[in-house]
């Protein structure tokens, strides 16, 4: 349930870019989660739904745009997408992989009115 | 209209952390961010790592609970700073509650601060306090499939411990099965065999924890 603190940190996040901005209403949040992060999306959408009530993004559609785990092996060199998180080299097996992307929890963009 | 953020959702948890981290680089202290699920053992570890070190490096330490403050009450039996955070409803700490802690806590008279984290294997790893290192326990009634199952928190940590390798004969669990498994998720893990509860492998425990004190004292001077 680390979903709940993540969405409270979202909405401060889009309020304060909102408010910045003199809109009135937050109509669409997109964020961009890295599978690393864990992220279940069903459970973010409820969480958020519930603490936004009553505030300028009281019903705003929450987007999210899941980025797959990118990893580059150290010792071959070879850049690959790593599936079920199983950090191995496609091509020479090497373990020693650096992450290269699917590590960010980040609010693109909102739609204000 | 749209309005471009760009911001990391974790960015006001991160900058507290930086700023924890910052006060503990001032008090010279190791601080172990300590993960398990609940009941693998972090308190009964935190009571054997009390009296391996007793009279010998100082140690504080902050503990999480969603509720009672009975994990601080079997810590204090050692004489060791300890400071209950009761999270309510939340499942980890943060790095905002971690620096709530910190205030009561003389850190110039600690060396090493364990965090015991609040019982869980995934939300903890997410969130960041300031720590040098995680370290988390897998006891081995859990099953030996939990890193297939919850890789962040392996691929976050430094070292894996394994507990109650006292009850082994008793379950399932496959142990170079659990480690394989653990080493996929993060080929650097370190691992090692414990029994909190009848003291095997607690020096190595121990080495391991006195060698990263010294490693992060030496890394502070020469900075």
């Known amino acids: ?113 | 209209m749209k309005v471009n953020v760009m911001v990391d959702v974790m960015e006001a948890n991160d900058r507290i952390a930086t700023a924890s981290k910052e006060i503990f680089d001032r008090n010279k202290n190791l601080v172990v961010n300590l993960m398990s699920s609940p009941g693998a053992g972090k308190t009964t570890l935190l009571e054997r790592t009390a009296e391996a070190f007793a009279g010998k490096v100082r140690l504080g330490v902050i503990t999480g609970d969603i509720e009672t403050s009975r994990d601080a009450e079997r810590i204090e039996k050692y004489n060791i700073p300890v400071v209950q955070l009761t999270t309510v409803t939340a499942c980890h700490l943060d790095a905002n509650m971690v620096a709530s802690a910190l205030p009561h806590l003389d850190l110039s008279q600690i060396d090493i601060l364990l965090i015991e984290n609040v019982g869980n294997l995934v939300c903890p790893a997410e969130f960041k306090v300031g720590e040098d290192c995680k370290v988390m326990i897998l006891s081995v009634t859990e099953g030996d499939e939990k890193p297939l199952k919850y890789p962040l928190m392996f691929r976050e940590s430094s070292l894996l411990i394994i507990n109650k390798i006292d009850l082994l004969p008793f379950t399932n669990f496959n142990m170079d099965e659990a480690k394989a498994n653990a080493l996929k998720m993060n080929p650097n893990l370190g691992i090692m065999e414990v029994s909190t509860t009848t003291g095997q492998g607690i020096e190595d425990w121990i080495s391991w924890l006195k060698q990263c004190w010294q490693n992060r004292v030496e890394s502070l001077r020469s900075a």
């Open chain 1, 1 to 113: 349930m680390h979903e709940l603190s993540i969405a409270q940190n979202i909405l401060d996040i889009v309020v304060a870019a909102a408010e910045k901005e003199g809109a009135q209403k937050i109509t669409r949040i997109t964020l961009v989660a890295g599978e690393t992060r864990a992220i279940v999306p069903e459970q973010l959408t409820f969480c958020f739904e519930v603490i936004a009530g009553g505030t300028i993004a009281d019903g705003a559609e929450l987007d999210l745009e899941i980025v797959p785990v990118r990893g580059t092996c150290r010792g071959c060199g070879e850049g690959f997408i790593v599936e079920d998180f199983l950090y191995i080299c496609p091509k020479c097996q090497g373990r020693d992989i650096e992450i290269t992307g699917g590590t960010e929890l980040r609010i693109k963009d909102i739609e204000v009115d």
